[in-house]
C-alpha cells in the first residue's frame, strides 16, 4: 500500500475511532483529538481536570477502541516504584524470579500521578522514554505500542506533589477537560442513569497502530515548517533573543528541544488525520496549546496578574 493510500486509510480509521468513542464520551472533542493524536505520534498524555470529567473513562474507552491491553494504576502516598515496575522474588527452587509489575501493558492509566512522591514518579521516567525498565540491573523490554496516559485534578492540592519538569517534559500534550456544555451534560445524564450499556468495539489492532506510527514518521515536512516550529520555541525562552516582551517579563523558564520535535510530529499526525499529505504552519499552531502549555515556566508576576499559558502561547504566534 502506498503512503498515499495509507493515509486515506488513516482518516477512515480516526474518524471510525472518534465515532466509536463518542458512544460513551459526549463532548470533548479536542481532548479526544489530542489523545489519539499523542496515540499515533506514540507520545503520552496528561488529562488535568475537576473530578468528574469523564478522564478514567475517556482513558478506558480510548483502549477499548484500539484494542490494547489496558492496566490502570492508581497513584497514592503508599505507592512504590516495585509496585509499577514489578520486582524479584526467590521461587521454589531459591532462584531470583521477576514477576512483572502493572508498567508491562499497552496502555497504562497513571491515575492522579501527582498524589505520589518524586521516587515513585522518577518510575516511570525510563518507561515512558525508552520503552524499557531496569530492575537489579536487568533490563526489560515494554509491550509496543507503550503509552502512558496519566490524570491529575488541579483542585486537590492538599497531599499531592508536584511532577518535575523532568517527568512533565516526557508528555507529549497536557491536556485540559472543562466543564460539559447545557446540552452535552443533559445528553450525559440521559445516557447513563438508565439500565443501557454501550459497548464500545475494537476498531485498530497493535499491529494497525504501530503502521500509522511509522507512517506519520514518513510524512514530508517543509524546512519551513520545521524552522517555524522550532523558532515558536525558541520565543519560550526568556534568555533567547526572538523572546517577546511578554515572555520576557512572565515566564522563568521555556520550553527544550523536544517540543520542538513533538510540534513537528503532532502537526505531522494532525495533517494526517485530515487527509492531508503535508503539514504547514497552522497544523503547528493547531498543536501548540497541548505541547508547550506545561513546559513553560510562569514567574510570580503571571501569577499576580492572572496571565494564563494560553495567553502566553497565543502572543507567540
Not at 27 to 36: M, R, S
Not at 110 to 136: C, F, G, H, S
Request: aromatic share 8%.
Amino acid at each position: 500500500m502506498s503512503d498515499v493510500d495509507a493515509i486515506k486509510n488513516l482518516v477512515t480509521s480516526y474518524n471510525t475511532l472518534k465515532k466509536e468513542i463518542g458512544k460513551v464520551i459526549i463532548g470533548q472533542e479536542d481532548a479526544i483529538d489530542h489523545v489519539l493524536i499523542s496515540i499515533l505520534c506514540g507520545g503520552h498524555s496528561l488529562l488535568i481536570g475537576v473530578p468528574g470529567l469523564a478522564k478514567t473513562l475517556l482513558v478506558n474507552s480510548v483502549s477499548q477502541a484500539l484494542g490494547l491491553d489496558f492496566k490502570r494504576i492508581q497513584f497514592t502516598p503508599d505507592l512504590m516504584p516495585s509496585d509499577i515496575v514489578g520486582s524479584e522474588i526467590l521461587d521454589e527452587n531459591r532462584k531470583f524470579k521477576f514477576l512483572k509489575g502493572p508498567i508491562f501493558s499497552n496502555i497504562i492509566l497513571a491515575d492522579e500521578i501527582n498524589r505520589t512522591p518524586p521516587k515513585t514518579q522518577a518510575a516511570l521516567l525510563e518507561a515512558m522514554q525508552e520503552r524499557t525498565v531496569t530492575v537489579a540491573g536487568h533490563s526489560y523490554d515494554l509491550d509496543k505500542p507503550f503509552f502512558v496516559l496519566a490524570t491529575q485534578n488541579p483542585i486537590e492540592q492538599e497531599g499531592t506533589y508536584p511532577l518535575p519538569e523532568a517527568q512533565l517534559d516526557r508528555f507529549m500534550f497536557s491536556i485540559f477537560l472543562d466543564y460539559p456544555s447545557f446540552s452535552e451534560e443533559v445528553e450525559v445524564v440521559k445516557s447513563t442513569t438508565t439500565t443501557k450499556k454501550k459497548e464500545i468495539n475494537s476498531i485498530l489492532t497493535a499491529s494497525e497502530i504501530i503502521g500509522f506510527q511509522q507512517l506519520i514518521r514518513r510524512i514530508p515536512v517543509a524546512d519551513n515548517v520545521i524552522e517555524y516550529a522550532v523558532g515558536l520555541v525558541g520565543k519560550t525562552r526568556p534568555n533567547s533573543d526572538v523572546a517577546t516582551e511578554m515572555v520576557k517579563k512572565y515566564i522563568d523558564w521555556g520550553a527544550g528541544p523536544r517540543a520542538s520535535q513533538n510540534l513537528i510530529l503532532g502537526a505531522k499526525a494532525h495533517a494526517a488525520v485530515q487527509g492531508k499529505y503535508s503539514p504547514d504552519i497552522e497544523d503547528v499552531q493547531a498543536v501548540a496549546y497541548g505541547i508547550l502549555r506545561h513546559r513553560i515556566v510562569k514567574n510570580y508576576k503571571a501569577e499576580a496578574e492572572g496571565i494564563t499559558e494560553e495567553i502566553l502561547i497565543k502572543n507567540l504566534f
